[in-house]
C-alpha cells in the first residue's frame, strides 16, 4: 500500500509540473509552420516558402516529457560558445544543469544563460542545446535546442523533448548557430521534437 501510494504521490508531481495536452502541442506546431511560410522574419528563403509544406514532427509523446531538477552553479562562468561560422562566437552564462531519468537512467544537460542584448530581451531565458544518438539519420547532424524560462526560486521543470528544435541554419546556411558542447551529448534516441528538414 505504501508503495502505491508513492507512485500515486510521484504521478501527481510531474502532472502538476508537466500537464500533457497533445492538441496544445500540434497548434503550436501549425502556428510555427504557418510562421515558416508567411513572416518576412522567417529563416525559410524566400524561394522556397511557396513550396514549402511544413516541418518533420516526431508524433506527440508523453514518454519524452520529464520533470527535471535545475541545480544552479554556485558561480556561473561567462564562457564561449562555438557557431557553425568559424568567425562568430556566443557568450553565454554556463547557469546550471538539468537531472532527469530516463527510462531509469539519470541523465543531466547543462543549461545556458543569454548574455548582452538578448539578455535584456529575455532576462529568464534558459538555453539547452543537445544532440542525441538520433542526429545524423532522423534529426539534424548538428543536434537540437530546447527553452526553459528560468523561474528564481523554483527547483523543478517540465523538460519536454517533443518541443524540441532544430537551429535556423538548418534551414538556411546563411544563419550562424551555436554548437552542442561536448558535455551535452546524449547516448540515448531522442525520439520527440523537430526531424531534419528535407528541402
Known amino acids: 500500500m505504501a508503495g502505491l501510494a508513492s ?5 501527481m508531481e510531474h502532472q502538476s509540473v508537466c500537464p500533457w495536452n497533445a492538441d496544445t502541442l500540434r497548434a503550436e506546431r501549425q502556428a510555427k509552420d504557418g510562421w515558416l511560410r508567411s513572416s518576412p522574419h522567417s529563416p525559410i528563403p524566400e524561394e522556397q516558402k511557396v513550396s514549402f509544406a511544413g516541418l518533420s514532427y516526431y508524433p506527440p509523446d508523453p514518454a519524452f516529457v520529464f520533470r527535471a531538477r535545475l541545480e544552479i552553479f554556485p558561480d556561473p562562468d561567462t564562457v564561449i560558445l ?4 568559424q568567425n562568430d562566437v556566443r557568450k553565454m552564462l554556463r547557469f546550471g544543469k538539468v537531472h532527469f531519468e530516463y527510462r531509469g537512467r539519470p541523465l543531466e544537460l547543462t543549461v ?9 530581451r529575455f532576462p529568464y531565458l534558459l ?3 543537445f544532440k542525441d544518438a538520433t542526429n545524423g539519420k532522423e534529426t539534424y547532424e548538428g ?3 530546447l527553452d526553459l524560462e528560468y523561474s528564481p526560486g523554483q527547483q523543478w521543470y517540465c523538460l519536454d523533448f517533443n518541443r ?3 537551429p535556423y541554419c538548418v534551414y538556411n546556411d546563411q544563419y550562424s548557430c551555436p554548437l552542442v558542447p561536448e558535455e551535452n551529448v546524449l547516448n540515448v534516441a531522442i525520439r520527440a521534437g523537430e526531424k ?4
Do not use: D, Q
Open 196 to 199: 531534419n528538414w528535407k528541402h
Open 82 to 85: 562555438l557557431t557553425t561560422y
Open 127 to 129: 538555453f539547452i542545446p
Open 143 to 145: 543536434g537540437r535546442y
Open 112 to 120: 545556458y544563460r543569454y548574455t548582452g542584448k538578448t539578455a535584456e
Open 7 to 11: 507512485g500515486c504521490s510521484s504521478a
Open 164 to 166: 524540441a528544435y532544430n
